[in-house]
């Protein structure tokens, strides 16, 4: 029985939410890219699950040329382990793991802070402390769902990015995202929901005031954070 979790492309870039419009897809292979790495962050696709070159091509109607192309691009985000020969798989995500896809993010998330905030309209900086809210009510409570709160803090993130007006550091800190979320979902313990508030606070505060420093400093201590949290580190 064909396996229904990747029988079609399912472009995130074409399918994204209302709230959070996506570029509109450039290739067939970034199709593929976004269908199997929604999957992947989704729990659809699991750790170990086989992605062979032509069972994608005959679920997603496409050419083998482009699936490897999908799947080098997997990899690169950390989505994939490629093995020689024999079909690639699903990231199983482990401590080790995690801190290489942590580093990555960080300094970009970092950048993001530096010259979203530096960039930034008074607009955009009301928009950030809206957003900002929003995100600190997923932090209220310990009962609340923290893997949500987690993408919430990420999603902040990548609103500076977007602020800083340079469309690579914008694109490739989206990129990001499946692989982060991931490593959340799969390895993090429950976090300080007050410190997390507390981070949360202080990132409007540095965006009001402009203070790129004190942004980059609050950036750097919750990667930290995280990956502090990460089970048997």
């Known amino acids: 029985m064909p396996d229904r979790r990747i029988d079609r492309l399912n472009s995130t870039r074409l399918l994204g939410g209302v709230e959070q419009p996506l570029p509109l897809i450039t290739s067939r292979a970034d199709a593929v890219v976004d269908s199997l790495a929604h999957s992947i962050e989704s729990g659809e696709l699991a750790p170990g699950d086989p992605l062979s070159v032509t069972a994608l091509v005959q679920r997603l109607n496409v050419a083998a040329g482009t699936v490897r192309s999908a799947l080098g691009a997997l990899e690169a985000m950390h989505l994939i382990d490629h093995r020689l020969n024999r079909a690639s798989v699903v990231v199983t995500p482990t401590p080790a793991w995690f801190v290489a896809v942590a580093a990555e993010c960080s300094g970009l998330s970092i950048a993001a ?55 690579y550091l914008s694109a490739l800190h989206a990129s990001k995202r499946p692989a982060l979320v991931l490593g959340i979902r799969s390895l993090s313990r429950p976090r300080n929901p007050a410190m997390l508030r507390s981070v949360v606070d202080a990132l409007v505060a540095a965006a009001r005031d402009r203070d790129r420093l004190e942004a980059t400093d609050l950036v750097r201590d919750l990667y930290t954070f995280v990956v502090d949290g990460v089970t048997d580190l």
Do not use: C, K, M, P
């Open 113 to 167: 802070a530096d010259l979203g905030i530096a960039q930034a309209t008074e607009a955009q900086v009301a928009e950030f402390a809206t957003r900002a809210a929003t995100v600190r009510e997923l932090w209220e409570t310990d009962d609340n769902d923290q893997v949500v709160g987690a993408e919430g803090l990420w999603e902040l993130l990548d609103l500076l990015a977007v602020f800083s007006r340079n469309r």
